[in-house]
C-alpha cells in the first residue's frame, strides 16, 4: 500500500487536533497528527502498543504514573496498551504515531 500524504483525508478532531491516517494492515498502522500550539491529545488508553515519532515541535507527554517529559523534534516515546497517556503541544507540532494492531476505530 503506498499512500499519497496529499491525497489523504484530513481528519478535523476539534482543540486544534488533526489526524490523516496513512498505511495501515490488520496489524500495523501510521497515522500523522498535526497540533496547535496548546493543542491537547487528553489522557486516554487504549489496548494497542503505539510508538509516536515527533517529526516537528514539542510536546509534553503524560504516561500514568510517570513524571511528565518533553519531547522534540526526532524524539520519539513508546505506550505499552491500556497505559492512560496523553500530550500538549507546546508550538505547533506533528505527530507520526504507529500502532499495532490497527486502529479499527480510525477507519
Do not use: W
Not at 10 to 32: F, P, Q
Amino acid at each position: 500500500m503506498i499512500t499519497v500524504n496529499q491525497e489523504t483525508e484530513t481528519k478535523d478532531l476539534g482543540g486544534g487536533v488533526t489526524r490523516k491516517v496513512l498505511s495501515y494492515s490488520k496489524n500495523l498502522m501510521a497515522c500523522e497528527l498535526k497540533f496547535a500550539k496548546g493543542a491537547v491529545g487528553a489522557l486516554h488508553s487504549h489496548p494497542h502498543e503505539q510508538i509516536g515519532y515527533v517529526v516537528s515541535g514539542s510536546f509534553e507527554v503524560e504516561e500514568a504514573g510517570q513524571e511528565k517529559k518533553i519531547v522534540r523534534t526526532g524524539d520519539t516515546y513508546y505506550m505499552a496498551p491500556d497505559i492512560e497517556h496523553g500530550v500538549v503541544a507546546l508550538e505547533d507540532s506533528v505527530l507520526l504515531d504507529i500502532f499495532t494492531p490497527v486502529r479499527e476505530d480510525f477507519l
